[in-house]
Nanobody, 123 residues
Framework: QVHLVESGGGMVQPGDSLRLSCTAS????????IGWFRQAPGKEREFVAA???????TPWADSVKGRLSISRNYVDTASLELHSLKPEDTAVYYC?????????????????WGQGTQVTVSS
């Protein structure tokens, strides 16, 4: 079991940038795939981006393509930077960890989830 804690959320204006962090409590953080998902009010959870155990990112969701960067270390932290934020980016953002998987965009492959951090984009 991996305990994950997200941080960095908040209220920002359209066009701003934000950096979310995910901190894990495990000595084997480096072997996990880390995924970022988000859920807006009244909508289903959707994939945002992921990074594998060797640092190779997957394609990002089309809705955020070109506006995000994802990174990690092999100790305990993964980060997601959001740029040119739009009101439609408003959601609770979750990080998740799972064993290496073929489809990093599917939530079913992740066995550990954080509690989420709220991101609100509003003028």
């Amino acid at each position: 079991q991996v305990h994950l804690v997200e941080s960095g959320g908040g209220m920002v204006q359209p066009g701003d940038s934000l950096r979310l962090s995910c901190t894990a409590s495990t000595k084997t953080f480096g072997i996990y795939t880390i995924g970022w998902f988000r859920q807006a009010p009244g909508k289903e959870r959707e994939f945002v981006a992921a990074i594998g155990p060797y640092g190779s990112p997957t394609p990002w969701a089309d809705s955020v393509k070109g506006r995000l960067s994802i990174s990690r270390n092999y100790v305990d932290t993964a980060s997601l930077e959001l740029h040119s934020l739009k009101p439609e980016d408003t959601a609770v953002y979750y990080c998740a960890a799972g064993a290496p998987m073929s489809n990093m965009q599917s939530a079913t492959g992740y066995t550990n989830w954080g509690q989420g951090t709220q991101v609100t984009v509003s003028s």
